[in-house]
């Protein structure tokens, strides 16, 4: 009877609907673990699709060239350690989620997934079937449960793979990143671990798709829920474990455990990785964006430069009479201290063109809103015509404080392909600049040392639309603004407890109702990576046209 079983863990970064660059992935993980002498290599849920696919997988084309892509794979890999992937399955007229188990040139088993998420950003019940509560599969003497994803996250399917002869549970996930998300993980998978007294494996895919990011931190718990094995966070990586046959049954062999960054280093990793990834995954190689001497636009040309280097970041400075010498200097002074390319493009003379071509129109009315938003969209439009001339990306920088409230000018400063702070409050722009002046990584590609002067970071916010304009003239302060839509956004929570929380009850009034006006922007904007369980997109769907107000 076998004492020993060693399984490659690869957590590694697939790319959606690239059937064979991730079939060949695969295949250099398969090879690998060979060379390492396993008789396992596993690979992350719905790994030769790519996740999440959302609805692609529904399509019969791309499901029935999924499952033969496996085919192929089992084929090549034929002569050596079985393998798991995560894949589509039909069978009859059902679509399965489903980890199918390679070995000997074909697949021999597949494990379909029981519960199928349909909340936050899954809704799997609309795309998949549910499969049955299911037995273990055997790799030679050994028998191994793999209940996927979702699966582990409840108690019936890994106590049904004990009750069948699991002798350990081996997890497939495609788990994105939210905020203290690897705590929430760690304690479900602790509670499989006891009830079930099996060790446990579980592995997560790393790599950023649409507002997604994928951070791995695969890990291994013996029974008691002790830690074996650690993966890193964020990168690929292929991990060779070791289970050894004891008198009390398996037990995963020590091996290397990678310690977390705290919250701000995770989510800084995020928005670098999310914008990284959309870049390559959708063929661009730079970016462009607005560089205003503000805040926002700041973290988002440091992250942009941290992504993707500094040579492929272009900042454009688009001053107005009311744009500020002060401004002038710190926009030119965090593009240097990057490395950045920056372009000086004033708008006075296509402003002046159109409100000569609008003065007809306009005659007899008040300047205001309308004017200082013509502003934003001459640049937007200035901003769209380099993107299209130059082959790179316009990058938003629109915060989700702005995002939420409508703070922000639809076809103006809302205009481009990826927004990096999306689900990031102003309060926590503030904190990430001074956490990223103190901080560097080799994962970043930008430079060194303070590259946001604290002049960007503690001057009073300002859109510099008309004179003397700040943000305050039109919202509550931000660290109010902020505490008030983590209730209402975040929580989902209601008026009655903003003022339980110590808020004005016609300020949280006002913040709710420009929360609701803002859905038709929110609609149309650019996406970002998700940072928290309230972000902005998949989490939450509300209709454009609403008229509901909360009472309370």
Not at 31 to 54: C, H, K, S
Not at 120 to 125: L, R
Not at 349 to 378: H, K, M, V
Not at 508 to 531: D, H, N, T
Request: overall charge negative; some cysteine.
């Amino acid at each position: 009877m076998t004492d020993r079983f060693r399984v490659t863990l690869a957590q590694l970064n697939p790319v959606v609907g690239d059937l064979a660059g991730n079939a060949d992935k695969a295949r250099t993980a398969w090879e690998q673990a060979r060379g390492a002498g396993a008789d396992l290599v596993a690979l992350p849920e719905m790994f030769i699709t790519g996740y999440n696919a959302q609805d692609l997988v529904m399509k019969p084309a791309f499901h029935t060239a999924a499952i033969e892509a496996v085919r192929a794979l089992a084929a090549t890999c034929a002569d050596g350690p079985a393998m798991a992937i995560g894949s589509p399955w039909v069978e009859g007229t059902e679509l399965y989620n489903s980890y199918l188990i390679l070995k000997g040139g074909r697949i021999v088993s597949s494990v379909l997934k029981h519960h199928l998420p349909n909340e936050t950003v899954f809704d799997e019940v609309r795309i998949f079937d549910a499969g049955p509560l299911g037995g273990p599969y055997a790799i030679g003497n050994v028998r191994i449960g793999s209940p996927i994803c979702e699966d582990a996250w409840h108690d019936d399917v890994a106590e049904t793979l004990a009750e069948t002869g699991a002798e350990f549970l081996l997890v497939p996930n495609g788990s994105p990143y939210y905020r203290n998300k690897f705590e929430t993980r760690l304690n479900h998978m602790v509670a499989r671990v006891v009830e079930t007294g099996l060790p446990l494996i579980y592995l997560n895919m790393v790599g950023g798709q649409d507002d997604q990011v994928f951070d791995g931190g695969s890990f291994a718990l013996n029974p008691g829920g002790e830690l074996a094995l650690q993966m890193p966070l964020f990168d690929e990586a292929i991990t060779h474990l070791d289970l050894e046959r004891t008198d009390a049954g398996w037990r995963v062999l020590p091996g290397v455990e990678h310690s977390h960054p705290d919250e701000y280093e995770q989510d800084y990793r995020v928005m670098v990785t999310g914008l990284r990834d959309y870049m390559a995954k959708s063929g661009f190689k730079k970016v462009l964006l607005g560089l205003s001497g503000g805040v926002d636009s700041a973290i988002v040309a440091t992250i942009a430069a941290d992504a993707l280097g500094p040579e492929n970041v272009r900042c454009v400075m688009l001053p107005s009479e009311y744009t500020s010498k002060e401004s002038l200097a710190d926009a030119e002074a965090v593009a240097k201290a990057l490395g950045c390319r920056y372009d000086h493009v004033p708008i006075g003379e296509g402003r002046a063109a159109i409100t000569n071509t609008l003065a007809p129109l306009f005659e007899g009315t008040e300047p205001g809103l309308t004017e200082e938003n013509i502003q934003s969209r001459l640049r937007g439009l200035l901003l769209m015509a380099m993107s299209n001339k130059f082959g790179e990306m316009l990058l938003t920088t629109g915060n989700k404080s702005e995002v939420a409230v409508g703070y922000a000018t639809i076809y103006g400063d809302m205009a481009g392909g990826y927004n990096p702070i999306k689900d990031l409050y102003k309060t926590r722009v503030f904190e990430t600049c001074r956490w990223r002046n103190e901080n560097h990584r080799d994962w970043m590609m930008g430079p060194a040392g303070e590259v946001i002067r604290p002049n960007v970071i503690d001057k009073p916010p300002t859109a510099e639309l008309r004179e003397n304009q700040k943000d305050s003239d039109s919202l509550p302060d931000y660290p109010e603004l902020d505490a008030m839509l983590e209730i209402l956004v975040d929580r989902n929570g209601s008026i009655a407890d903003c003022v339980a929380a110590g808020f004005d009850r016609a300020t949280a009034q006002k913040v709710e109702r420009l929360i609701y006006m803002s859905e038709y922007k929110r609609f149309q904007s650019a996406p970002g990576p998700r940072l928290t369980k309230g972000a902005f997109w998949l989490d939450r769907r509300y209709p454009i046209v609403n008229r509901w107000r909360d009472p309370s």
